[in-house]
């Protein structure tokens, strides 16, 4: 049976407490050293043609929530290009793989996003690779949650890492994507939880979730005229390599536990909010929205 299943059944029978065993990677993460091992649907996620000759590039693509994403989209019948950081090489091929297992054509873009330039160019290079671009996925994300909570935490090079990963990369990425993007289109940002319900140890991180909410509706107002849907998926706790990568390792016991569902949730489980959302048969009048996945906790 599958993790999601198995987790599902567990919630059912109100034993799965949440959590995780203690473990700690250094940024970005990888997959393979995560224990357990995320659940991206790989066994479960059936496609319905859903994004049928769609081409859509996903930030972030290789792992987590991103890579749940690709297979999803894929199987539901879209092209998808991968951006990702250098050193996350294999578990880039890995989604790749699966891409490529659905019968779909991929594409890798390695670079650094803090970059505009790099943003310029991964988009040019989604584009010459998938011979268009249909949806944006600005999934790339980064936060820094070891040390000192609060003002006393704020480390001058993470905050710069997190600004311009989670918020000035998305605004170049929308910028060189938008002369690309046809009525029909549509650009998905993933927020957070934390827009909403801050943790002081994730004080710079929550910041730029709640710009991506307010960017979200800002956007889908500007491009709603040209026929572009705007919108974003806000995760609660998801097991991810994000999570190691940047906690300290023992929190990881109680990830997820104090969600009203009692656990995290794993990025299979998140993938599906952003195929409606892409979806132009079934998200048609739907723009300007954030779609919460959060194990119950609220996104107002
Ligand atoms: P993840 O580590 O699997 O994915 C994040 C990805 O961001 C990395 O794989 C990496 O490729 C990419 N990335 C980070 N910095 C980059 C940079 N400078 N240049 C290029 N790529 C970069 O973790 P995830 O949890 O799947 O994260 C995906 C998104 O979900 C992020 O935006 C994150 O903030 C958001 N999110 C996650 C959770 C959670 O609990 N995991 C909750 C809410 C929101
Ligand atoms: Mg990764």
């Known amino acids: 049976m599958s993790e999601i299943a198995d987790r599902a059944e567990a ?35 059936v496609g319905h043609g859903k994004l049928e000759g769609k081409r859509a590039l996903i930030t972030g693509g290789d792992s987590g929530i991103g890579r749940a994403v690709a297979i999803a989209f894929a199987r539901e019948g879209a092209d998808v290009a991968i ?14 793989a699966w891409v490529e297992k659905a019968g779909r054509r991929g594409a890798l873009l390695p670079g650094d996003l803090v970059d505009r330039q790099t943003c310029m160019g991964v988009v040019a290079d989604a584009v010459r690779d998938l011979g268009g671009l249909d949806i944006l996925v600005n999934n790339a994300g980064y936060h820094w949650a070891r040390g000192p909570e609060g003002l006393e935490g704020l480390q001058p090079e993470h905050v710069e890492r997190v600004l311009r990963t989670n918020l000035y990369a998305v605004m170049w990425l929308c910028q060189a994507a938008l002369p690309h993007l046809a009525p029909g289109s549509c650009i998905l940002n993933t927020t957070s939880i934390q827009a ?18 307010n960017l979200t509706v800002n956007l889908a107002a500007s491009l709603g005229p040209k026929g572009i849907r705007v919108n974003a998926v806000a995760p609660g706790p998801i097991w991810t390599p994000l999570q190691p990568a940047t906690r300290e390792g023992d929190t990881l016991e109680t990830f997820g536990a104090d969600t009203p569902l009692g656990r995290a949730g794993q990025p299979g489980e998140v993938a599906p909010a952003y195929v409606f959302l892409a979806s132009p048969a079934d998200a048609s ?14 996104v107002f």
Do not use: C, I, W
């Not at 065993?21 to 996620?45: F, K, N, S």
């Not at 140890?201 to 991506?212: E, I, R």
């Open 11 to 45: 919630l059912v029978r109100h034993d799965d407490k949440g959590g995780f065993p203690a473990q700690q990677q250094e940024p970005p993460g990888l997959t393979t050293a995560m224990e357990p091992r995320p659940d991206h649907g790989e066994q479960t996620y």
């Open 196 to 213: 909403y319900d801050p943790s002081p140890a994730l004080l710079d991180y929550a910041a730029t979730k709640a710009a991506l909410n």
């Open 83 to 96: 951006s990702y950081l250098p050193s996350e090489q294999a578990d880039a091929e890995e989604t790749l």
């Open 285 to 298: 009048y739907v723009s300007g929205t954030v779609l919460g996945v959060t194990g119950g906790g609220a």
